[in-house]
Nanobody, 121 residues
Framework: QVQLVESGGGLVQPGGSLRLSCAAS????????MAWYRQAPGSQRELVAE???????HYADSVKGRFTISGDNAKNTVYLQMNSLKPEDTAVYFC???????????????WGQGTQVTVSS
């Protein structure tokens, strides 16, 4: 089983920055891809950014140019650097991982508990 733990959320003023971290732990697994999702009040959960174990990354149009996702394969950790934050970025941010079990064909999805990001004056 893979467990994900997020950290780095908080309150920040518009134009400010935050850096989120997500660490994956467990045994006999390999990470295929990791991603950040967010869910604002009254809205559906949406993909913010994702990165594969090979280093390819993709972003939602709403955050492109402001957010940067990066990963450390050795540590099974993914980061989300958020710059030029806007009030509309306010949401609970969830870490997501797609993992495969060693020596099997099985893959599964893991979710973190979520961390609150609030952008307000």
């Amino acid at each position: 089983q893979v467990q994900l733990v997020e950290s780095g959320g908080g309150l920040v003023q518009p134009g400010g920055s935050l850096r989120l971290s997500c660490a994956a732990s467990g045994s006999r697994f390999s990470i295929k891809a990791m991603a950040w999702y967010r869910q604002a009040p009254g809205s559906q959960r949406e993909l913010v950014a994702e990165i594969t174990s090979g280093g390819s990354s993709h972003y939602a149009d709403s955050v492109k140019g402001r957010f940067t996702i990066s990963g450390d394969n050795a540590k099974n950790t993914v980061y989300l650097q958020m710059n030029s934050l806007k009030p509309e970025d306010t949401a609970v941010y969830f870490c997501n991982a797609r993992a495969g079990l060693h020596e099997t064909i099985y893959e599964y999805i893991a979710w973190g508990q979520g961390t609150q990001v609030t952008v307000s004056s």
